[in-house]
């Protein structure tokens, strides 16, 4: 009778150390999406904060046109942050589209427009947000 206990015990012994791996498997992929939401909203509110800036760079484009420039670059950096720390496909169409709003910045800016229309970075930037807070 001892001898169909060991097998039995090993099985449970067993049985829960693949439990113990499965939760725990489980868990960090839990924290791994957590981390990645927060990284998330993390930079959409840095990009809130450089679209805040671009607001104020193209109001005293007059006084400092490098302004502008370096609110865009701001916007690009946190852009690649969030690219690549994501494979949500909602998210990657919102920094694809605030990509193209500043790619369209920029050419307004090149073409000699001092006060290029900037909304469509705001509305881009209020969709990254939105989903990235969500």
Known sequence: MAASRRPRRRSITIASAVAAVALTAG???????????????????AIADSVTDLQQAVENAANDPT?????????????????????????NKA???????????R?????????????PVTDAAGELTKVCTS
């Open 27 to 45: 868990l960090t992929t839990g924290c791994d999406a957590v981390n990645k939401a927060l990284d998330c909203a993390r930079t959409a509110d």
């Open 67 to 91: 302004q502008t420039d370096e609110a865009l670059d701001s916007i690009d950096k946190n852009l690649n942050e969030i690219g690549d720390k994501t494979e949500d496909t909602d998210v």
């Open 95 to 105: 920094v694809d589209d605030l990509q193209a709003a500043v790619t369209n910045v």
């Open 107 to 119: 050419d307004s800016i090149k073409n000699g427009d001092e006060t290029p229309d900037i909304s």
